[in-house]
């Protein structure tokens, strides 16, 4: 988000609670592109917070109490003396309100409607086509808490994002070479949980470390986020989430603008333990000759024999000659170690 640019280098020290029953901890507090993170010892994430979904549970009042949307028992606690920061995510919060749809003027929107289809001739109350109108109407900044929220589940495995902040400059300009004209998606590392690649909800998509760290060129995860792109382009990530959870929960989104955390708990089981098919292989060849990107690394990764990947292999699009590179040599090293090791 451009317009927090000017909070990038706020930095301030709070106590930080997991859980009401846990032990509260020292955390150093800074304010990302979309995230608040909270940094513990030793330089240790320990949380991100999505700047959409943050609340501020006591205006007005000190020590200043935060929490996540629909998680009042995580906390942080900024003290008086912390003034400035207290301040700038107040005004943050402001902006981002101004800038979502009003929430009540939505549901009476989207009722309206609903009511409207019932009287024509019920067409909406049919499973499917509640699923689909939930989709067409559910705004980008919607979407964006909900990709947020469910990202929230899937950490409980995976862990917090890796916090490299050169690490992720470098990643920045990957997602940029290679998917140039999505100029919504947001590449994070997670260290484990998630297989190759994952597009959530709100365009933020979520690669596995080992993408970096296994292999010595940057294609091999290059290969992924194309392969992810081809694989969510045949369907809206968040009707594969709503067509997971049933029709009770996409009910359930149309009329109070939320999901249940129990759905988005399940689907993020789902989608961390369930294979997901491949894309068709002349689809992802396409893709991969848009962007200028080898095939035979990805495919490679796939299947280190090359036998079921072999259309990948021998339709290289760069068989035969160098695609312009994806990373400087030292962008490869720092994204490498956007981990930590």
Known sequence: MKQFAEYRQLRATGLWRERPDAQRRNVTVSIGEATLTLT??????????????????????????????????ETL????????????????CTVIERSRPHPGRLRMVILSAVVLAVLVGGVFWLPDALRRH????????????????????INRVSGP??????????????????AADDKRLRLLVVREG??????LPGRVML????????????????????????RSASGDPLAALLDYVGVRSAFQLLTTGDLPRTALRSYAEHLLTDPRARPPAPALLAR????????SPYAFALDVTGETVLGLVEADPFAAEAPPPLLRDFDWLRLQDICGG
Not at 194 to 199: N, S, Y
């Open 207 to 230: 690669l596995n470390r080992t993408l970096f760290e296994d292999y010595e060129e940057p294609d091999v995860a290059a290969g992924f986020i194309l392969a992810e792109l081809v």
């Open 134 to 153: 939930a989709v067409t109407v559910v705004p980008q900044a919607k979407r964006a808490t909900i990709g947020a929220a469910l990202m929230s589940e």
């Open 161 to 178: 994002a890796c916090d490299q902040r050169e690490g992720q400059e470098a990643l920045d300009r990957l997602g940029r070479r290679v």
């Open 288 to 295: 991969f000759r848009t962007a200028q990107v080898r095939s």
């Open 40 to 73: 513990g010892q030793n330089e240790r994430v320990v949380a991100h917070w999505s700047l959409p979904a943050l609340t501020h549970a006591n205006p007005g009042h000190y020590p200043a109490i935060f929490h996540p949307d629909g998680n009042p028992g």
């Open 77 to 92: 606690e900024l003290a008086e003396d912390q003034a400035e920061m207290i301040g700038a995510l107040n005004r943050l």
């Open 194 to 199: 998630v297989k190759g690649a994952l597009l």
